[in-house]
């Protein structure tokens, strides 16, 4: 796979990752998800006015997850990288542990590559608002190191923050343990949590392709158990699942230039001087 190939893979697999992320986050403002009054509070918002709020902060969302889909521009990616950065952040600002805010570096991460993959220097207002498109493809390569290093960093916050939280005991996921059937769900915790920072270390250091599709598929089943709201939690986990996905269409992309590279100088005619 080229390199070109593997940035427009990595491109619309994250447009359907943020789109799934910031839809399934606004479904919870419309349904009015009773959390939420927390991360008002913060900002000296009260309960009554909070829940008044919820649904339109969250037809916004949706209506960002949809413009992704249809009409994707570099404003809304810029929007979408600070919304889900104070959004993870009101967490642990609402006395929630910071690994929450690391589990969810997708829901910033995400649009951060998308912005990388589209362009980040942008020499006037105008270009904000045009429609993204994928960079020169003189400059892929140099891209596509810029969008690896910034997707196993993401991948290797949002392993490390759910093996953190498995590790403290989370109560929600002691709940779904429990409900999975599990006699000891606390060790369960402890072991996930393990399997998850080995996983994220692993990420960060040395990705490998068939590790990579593993975590993928963990991650997609094991986002399904969720006890309130499951369909609605798992697509608002798309960032997660989009990407680690995308992580294995950059790593795959450079395994190929590797072995042609390789084979390339192994078939090279020899040369004699003289």
Known sequence: MSARSAEQNIYYTLRLAVAMCFIGHGAFGVITKPIWCNFFAILGI??????QLMPPVGILDI???IIILIYPIR???GWLVFWGLLTALLRPLSGESFAEFFERAGNYGAPFVLLLLTGLRINSTREW???ARLGDSSNSAATMKQVTLCLRIIVFLLLAGHGWLNLIGKKGLIDQYTSLGFYNPGSVAQGVGIF???AAFTVLIRPFGPFLLVLFAW???SEMFYLNY????WIERGGSYGAILALWFAVRSQSTVSI???SNKRNRPLTYAG
């Open 75 to 77: 404003a809304i990616f």
């Open 46 to 51: 009260g309960q009554d006015l909070a829940y």
């Open 129 to 131: 608002f045009a429609p």
């Open 196 to 198: 998850e920072l080995l």
């Open 230 to 233: 499951p369909v609605v939690e």
């Open 219 to 221: 991650k997609m089943v």
């Open 63 to 65: 209506l960002m997850g």
């Open 260 to 262: 042609f590279k390789w």
